[in-house]
């Protein structure tokens, strides 16, 4: 998988491209599906991608857990780490359709982009095993892919810290 950070540069131009999503939806969405990696790995110590890695569990406990983080959770801490105005960031998180639509995106873009450098995906677990993908291995396996991949996401990530200048973390975070 990308590191979980370098999703965000997916969801920053999922909503660049239609700025009625919501930024923090999105970038919660694309971030979340890797919480259960981390908590296999906390309480297993192996890190398997399962259901909130495969289309359904994407779009179903994925986005659901990741509508109520970003509507009850993502205000307090955005403003409290980055300072941004909560009043702004409340307001962007607010529950409505937008919101659960981005989150959607969100995990959906984390499960595509996951495609790209796994050589299996669990995309329709639990209704059938991993299947191949030939997107990574068309680029070489796992290593490449993953090289490739990460070197893409690490100078789009770059460029959007640089291209950004006055309220970086409240654009950055929030949107306009």
């Known amino acids: 998988m990308p590191l979980t950070p370098f999703h965000y540069p997916v969801a920053y131009i999922l909503y660049k491209l239609n700025r009625k999503l919501s930024l923090p939806g999105l970038v919660v969405g694309s971030m979340f599906p890797d919480l259960e990696t981390l908590i296999q790995f906390v309480l297993f ?49 607010r529950f409505s359709f937008g919101l659960i639509f981005s989150c959607l995106l969100g995990n959906l873009s984390h499960v595509l982009l996951d495609i790209i450098n796994h050589p299996y995906n669990p995309l329709f677990w639990p209704l059938s095993p991993p299947t191949p993908s030939p997107i990574c291995f068309a ?38």
């Not at 290593?143 to 640089?162: C, P, R, W």
Request: proline content about 2%; aromatic content about 12%; charged content about 15%.
């Open 139 to 176: 680029l070489g396996g796992m290593v490449n892919a993953s090289l490739i991949v990460h070197t893409f996401l690490a100078i789009l990530f770059a460029a959007l810290f640089i291209n950004q200048r006055e309220n970086i973390w409240e654009r950055l975070l929030v949107g306009e």
């Open 45 to 93: 110590g192996s890190p398997q991608r399962l259901f909130l890695h495969s289309l359904l569990g994407a779009a179903t406990i994925g986005t659901i857990f990741s509508v109520a983080f970003t509507a009850l959770i993502y205000p307090t801490l955005s403003s409290y780490f980055f300072k941004i105005d909560k009043v702004k960031v409340k307001e962007r998180c």
